[in-house]
């Protein structure tokens, strides 16, 4: 409807862990292993108004907290501390405001088929980061926590769906792309993500809802190249369940669980146990 606001939050986590041996640091040439895990938590704030019954404007505006906790295994899986155990990870939680995204957004119903889409781009307001690899090959103090890209992103979304008898079926797809490289030489990967997901109402106020979710991110780059840690390009499939409660005068609460049931990744990269998310909307 046009003329109408819409206010949307959502809290999504995740804990990821990560391990790798590190073997070509100039102050320590012995190899041992970075054992990381990473609880990450992000809070998106959404404002959407509506021009027309068919067209509207969304702004999303994220604050991402990412707390890093590290220790050291020599080969033999013994604790280890090295030379500068703080140069490339240490113990901190970072809170920052990530990479906010205007999108306009359009919609139809073609029936028995509604079709909504959106296009817009990635502000750059997320702090970014030299590169820590080229800086660790120096023997240099480094932060690999990135909290944008640095570059204006085009946001590009479709989304189906479809009623069948008391079942609601949806199709979305989702993609952020990046063209340039931001200032310090970072070429954010590209991100895709896909979603099916079929949902029933139980009463008046309840509903349950149980998908798939595929996710898929390029490479990043920095100056071209694509070094032999960080993000090399990953693939997961993940299966949803969520439920939701509608309040008469509150809007509509929302639970929503990501579990991983294959991941495809290159090189060592962050396993994902699970995600998880709290959404309310109004």
Known sequence: MSGVWRFAAALTGTRYRIRHVADDEPENPTPYWHVQSLIVSELAFNVAYGIRPDFGIEAMIPLRSVKDEVHYLDLAGEPYTPPNPGLHHRDETLTRLADPQLTFQFGHAFKPVNVSGRVGLSVPLGKTEPNPFELGRQGLWHQHIQFGSGTW?????????????????????????????????????????????????????????????????????????????????????LVAIGAGRTFKTAGVMSINVQVPIASHSTGEQVKIPWVLSIGWER
Not at 179 to 186: L, V
Not at 190 to 217: Q, T
Request: aromatic share 10%; with cysteine.
């Open 153 to 237: 992103d085009p946001i590009l979304g479709i989304a189906l769906s479809r009623k069948f008898g008391e079942l609601d079926t949806q199709f979305c797809g989702y993609a952020r792309l990046t063209f340039a490289e931001n200032s310090h030489g970072y070429k954010a990967g590209n991100r895709y993500s896909g979603l099916f997901d079929v949902s029933h109402k139980i009463g008046s106020a309840w509903s349950m809802s149980g998908g798939l979710v595929l996710n898929n991110e390029s490479a990043e780059r920095w100056s071209g190249i694509i070094e032999t840690e960080g993000n090399l390009g990953r693939t997961d499939l």
